[in-house]
């Protein structure tokens, strides 16, 4: 990392969760600024974002820490920035310049026009990035690198504020994408804050349908497992989510309650008389007990209406989503253009990957991303190699096979 042009000298980060804790490890391991302050509540955060270089010094009050400080960011749940900002505004500087990594915009924006004292800048931001683990345990160094960093400017935002945050956010690695701020609550409330919240509707599912059967958690591995992933989130930050982008989730929770109602009414059209698909669950809750609920079309529903709807109804709509989904670049960050993969399969031996990555290393070839897909101890494992462009994916493979090693393009 280098340090960005015209850097702020002092950034304090208020809250060092997962995407603080990360930013700050960021700024401070790849020396983009001169000095960052860790802020945070819990004793023990404070004591391991010095341990791991998260932070240069850390503080337990907000108000002492951003004396003379450039830049703040708030990295706490979004409905907690009103009152840190009641707390420390009379101790901002007169240029300094505000920022957050909440994932809601709309609301933000508008406390923050409301809450800041005259002359200090806001820069709404939202980093596309994070994880299901809590706290600055999950934090990491290269969690924002490659990853899409929103920023949400207005017709009331600083040029010169922009600019700065922007360069500050390039020099960590991350990509940023200007988007107003409505039009960013809308895609985030589909493409994160949706998903969220059928991760938690399938994990209370198993939960209930677990009552009945208890060994379906044992079999809730692979693709349930992967689907539920985020259901493992902070409650709290998520809480906070869905009340400030309330309508654009719930807009979207009614798209999806459509194509789900859509999907119910083609597979209840595609059974017959004594299809094996009829007895299972007939006359059964969710947790096993007798429940009123038909199985099959209901009077006037979309399955009703699809009663006479040939089977080959489904196999389009699955059809049809799989090449949606086929069409979204694997693995990558936030809103990126596509990544070129390959999957190497390797024995299970040290320095295999570093040998790998010397060997592209040497011919030229520049790594995107790298992930272990499947191991099995003592034997090998597969390897997805991602690259920026697609000659230097296929390079890739020309030069991992000439040397010898299982490759193919993904």
């Given at each position: 990392m280098e340090q960005a042009e015209g850097a702020f000298r002092r950034?304090?980060?208020?809250?060092?969760?997962?995407?603080?804790?990360?930013?700050?490890?960021?700024?401070?391991?790849?020396?983009?600024?001169?000095?960052?302050?860790?802020?945070?509540?819990?004793?023990?955060?404070?004591?391991?974002a010095l341990a791991t270089r998260a932070a240069h010094r850390v503080?337990?009050?907000?108000?002492?820490?951003?004396?003379?400080?450039?830049?703040?960011?708030?990295?706490?749940?979004?409905?907690?920035?009103?009152?840190?900002i009641e707390?420390?505004?009379?101790?901002?500087?007169a240029d300094a310049i505000v920022t957050d990594v909440g994932s809601t915009k709309?609301?933000?924006?508008?406390?923050?026009?409301?809450?800041?004292?005259?002359?200090i800048r806001f820069v709404g931001g939202h980093p596309m990035a994070g994880s299901e683990k809590q706290g600055i345990r999950g934090a990491d160094r290269y969690l924002l690198e490659n990853a899409v960093y929103v920023l949400t400017p207005d017709g009331d935002t600083d040029a010169a504020a922009l600019q700065t945050v922007k360069d500050l956010i390039q020099a960590v690695g991350a990509r940023v994408l200007l988007l107003g701020a409505e039009e960013h609550d809308r895609m985030?409330?589909?493409?994160?804050?949706?998903?969220?919240?059928?991760?938690?509707?399938?994990?209370?599912?198993?939960?209930?349908?677990?009552?009945?059967?208890?060994?379906?958690?044992?079999?809730?591995?692979?693709?349930?497992?992967d689907t539920t992933r985020v259901a493992a989130g902070d409650p709290q930050m998520w809480v906070d989510i869905a009340c400030t982008n309330r309508a654009p989730l719930l807009h979207m929770i009614g798209c999806f309650r459509k194509a789900l109602d859509r999907l119910e009414g083609q597979i209840s059209a595609c059974g017959g008389s004594g299809a094996s698909g009829d007895a299972g669950g007939a006359g059964q809750g969710c947790t096993g007990k007798d429940d009123a609920r038909e199985v099959g079309p209901r009077k006037g529903s979309p399955a009703e209406s699809a009663a006479g709807a040939p089977v080959e109804a489904l196999?389009?709509?699955?059809?049809?989503?799989?090449?949606?989904?086929?069409s979204i670049p694997r693995k990558a960050k936030g809103i990126l253009p596509g990544i070129h993969e390959i999957v190497v399969t390797v024995p299970d031996?040290?320095?295999?990957?570093?040998?790998?990555?010397?060997?592209?290393?040497?011919?030229?070839?520049?790594?995107?991303?790298?992930?272990?897909?499947?191991?099995?101890?003592?034997?090998?494992?597969?390897?997805?190699?991602?690259?920026?462009?697609?000659?230097?994916?296929?390079?890739?493979?020309?030069?991992?096979?000439?040397?010898?090693?299982?490759?193919k393009r993904w």
């Open positions: 950034v304090v980060i208020i809250g060092l969760g997962v995407i603080g804790g990360s930013l700050a490890m960021a700024l401070t391991q790849g020396q983009v600024v001169e000095e960052v302050i860790g802020v945070d509540r819990d004793e023990e955060t404070r004591a391991l503080e337990a009050d907000a108000a002492r820490a951003v004396a003379n400080a450039d830049l703040i960011v708030l990295a706490t749940p979004v409905r907690t920035y009103p009152s840190i707390a420390i505004a009379s101790r901002l500087k709309q609301w933000v924006l508008e406390q923050m026009g409301k809450l800041l004292p005259p002359g985030v409330a589909l493409v994160s804050h949706l998903p969220h919240m059928m991760a938690v509707a399938l994990v209370e599912t198993l939960s209930d349908v677990a009552k009945a059967y208890p060994q379906a958690p044992m079999l809730a591995a692979g693709g349930f497992r196999r389009h709509t699955l059809a049809h989503a799989r090449e949606v989904r086929l031996e040290p320095g295999v990957i570093g040998t790998m990555a010397r060997i592209l290393g040497d011919n030229g070839v520049n790594i995107a991303d790298i992930e272990i897909l499947r191991v099995r101890e003592g034997h090998g494992g597969t390897i997805r190699i991602g690259f920026y462009e697609a000659p230097d994916a296929d390079r890739a493979v020309d030069v991992l096979a000439g040397a010898g090693i299982i490759v």
